[in-house]
């Protein structure tokens, strides 16, 4: 069946580091990827997403780009702020168009920055 | 435009009482989703509903839980019997006919049962 794996946590990075979480996929056919984030006490907030093969999903700095080669979607930021402290989410859903498949959800990776 | 509402955010009960966990949608958005996140753990899927149907409830346990999304009114989450394994945050999530894999998540009830 479906899954995602994510970088274990926690991750801890000093203010305007270069961040990556990697995730790796397994899914049929052709998923839409995404990564959503959770701050501490909040659900979850979709923050970018990439529905085809090379699509590069992009949003408030962080960027990631849908390898199929690779069954991957990491995820990067040039330089994290104290105020992209949380929990990482990356997750996948069905064959794409408008076809129903519930989205699975990776662990979680834990990012906390400090000052 | 108000995103998704989840009431109550907070909910403590008692071993054999039974919880009401309430999931109004975005306005326009005719697909319900909630996910279970048990601590230190990511979401995982319990069922899916549309309007007055339950399509996916293949990530519902088979006792004491029940879902229902009707005509009218918000998404029902409904606990009977709590026990404390039940203890977790509840998400729910929507999405427009549109685009139905993109799902917008709502801040979530916790649940304790003492």
């Known amino acids: 069946g479906n899954s995602v794996t994510q970088m274990e946590g926690p991750v801890t990075l000093s203010e305007e580091a270069f961040l990556t979480i990697n995730c790796t996929y397994t899914?049929?056919?052709?998923?839409?990827l995404f990564w959503y984030v959770q701050y501490p006490g909040e659900g979850l907030q979709l923050l970018l997403k990439?529905?085809?093969?090379?699509d590069k999903g992009s949003n408030k700095g962080f960027e990631a780009t849908y390898r199929k080669e690779t069954t991957s979607f990491h995820l990067e930021k040039g330089s994290v702020q104290v105020s992209d402290s949380a929990v990482y989410f990356c997750?996948?859903?069905?064959?794409?168009?408008?076809?129903?498949?519930?989205?699975?959800f990776g662990p979680g990776t834990s990012l906390s920055v400090i000052p | 435009n108000a995103g998704v509402m989840q009431n109550p955010r907070h909910l403590v009960r008692r071993r054999g009482q039974e919880a009401r966990l309430r999931c109004s949608p975005v306005?326009?958005?005719?697909?319900v989703y909630w996910y279970r996140q048990l601590p230190e753990e990511g979401l995982k899927f319990m069922v899916y509903?549309?309007?007055?149907?339950?399509?996916?409830e293949s990530g519902m346990p088979k006792e004491r839980f029940s879902a229902e999304f009707p005509k009218e009114g918000p998404s029902i989450l409904r606990i009977q019997q709590v026990v404390r394994g039940d203890s977790a945050a509840y998400f729910c999530a929507s999405s427009p006919p549109s685009s139905p894999q993109t799902q917008y998540f709502g801040p979530g009830t916790r649940l304790l049962v003492l």
């Open positions: 899914a049929t056919g052709y998923p839409s």
């Open positions: 509903l549309q309007k007055e149907n339950i399509i996916d």
């Open positions: 990439a529905t085809k093969a090379d």
């Open positions: 306005k326009g958005h005719s697909h």
């Open positions: 997750a996948l859903s069905g064959q794409g168009g408008t076809s129903y498949d519930k989205v699975i």
